[in-house]
């Protein structure tokens, strides 16, 4: 990551040796390594959310896309059916009427 050498780490270890001293030194290192390991796990935290929420995001996505794709059947299963009622409607305007004629021969066979 930040490609660091021997070489390096050995300046590291004389310049904290001098500067903390070899008594504090080796705790000096473990609080090092906790907050390194803290701010990893953090990081790594970070990354795990934000991966989670981008799949969210695409399943949301996958959702409106069904949704609009359900909306337009639907819209056109409404047509359909507004067609299929327009073509019954206009078919019984062409049936003639018997009501009339229905009620005069029953009133025929009341008499």
Do not use: C
């Not at 996505?61 to 909306?71: E, S, V």
């Not at 059916?81 to 009620?103: F, M």
């Amino acid at each position: 990551m930040f490609d660091v050498g021997f070489a390096e780490l050995l300046l590291i270890a004389i310049v904290g040796l001098l500067v903390i001293g070899p008594e504090r030194l080796p705790g000096a290192i473990r609080t090092g390594q906790a907050w390194y390991s803290r701010i990893k796990r953090s990081l790594t935290d970070i990354k795990h959310e934000v991966s989670r929420e981008l799949h969210n995001d695409a399943v949301l996505q996958d959702i409106k896309n069904a949704g609009h794709d359900l909306k337009s059947q639907a819209d056109e299963f409404g047509e359909q059916l507004r067609s299929a009622t327009t073509v019954i409607s206009e078919s019984e305007q062409d049936i003639p009427d018997h009501s009339e004629d229905q009620r005069r021969l029953t009133e025929k066979r009341a008499q």
